[in-house]
């Protein structure tokens, strides 16, 4: 069982930037893989950025390459999601997620376990 928990959601401008954290606890994870997905009022959850623990590989959606930046601090158990130039169509709950080592990053799908959601809010 792992335990995800995130922080760092809020309201800001457009052109701002967030930071989203997610913290980790529970049994042994170092070898999955770590996702950010968000929801969007009105629409289906979207894939944003993922990451593995174990080679820091990372892939992106298309809608946030060049903006938004994941990594991870091995020693804090902590998954980043820095979030730059953001744009109202941003605005969405975003979750933290884990799935097994070798799964695809953006299939929702593939993902055993969830935070509980924070709420990221770019106003016009």
């Known amino acids: 069982q792992v335990q995800l928990v995130e922080s760092g959601g809020g309201l800001v401008q457009a052109g701002g930037s967030l930071r989203l954290s997610c913290a980790a606890s529970?049994?042994?994870?170092?070898?999955?893989?770590m996702g950010w997905f968000r929801r969007a009022p009105g629409k289906e959850r979207e894939f944003v950025a993922g990451i593995s623990w174990i080679s820091g590989i990372t892939d992106y959606t298309d809608s946030v390459k060049g903006r938004f930046t994941i990594s991870r601090d091995n020693a804090k158990n902590t998954v980043y999601l820095q979030m730059n130039s953001l744009k109202p169509e941003d605005t969405a709950v975003y979750y933290c997620?884990?799935?097994?080592?070798?799964?695809?990053?953006?299939?929702?799908?593939?993902?055993?376990?969830w935070g509980q959601g924070t709420q990221v809010t770019v106003s016009s």
């Open positions: 997620a884990g799935a097994p080592y070798g799964s695809s990053f953006p299939q929702a799908n593939k993902y055993n376990y």
């Open positions: 529970g049994r042994t994870f170092k070898n999955d893989v």
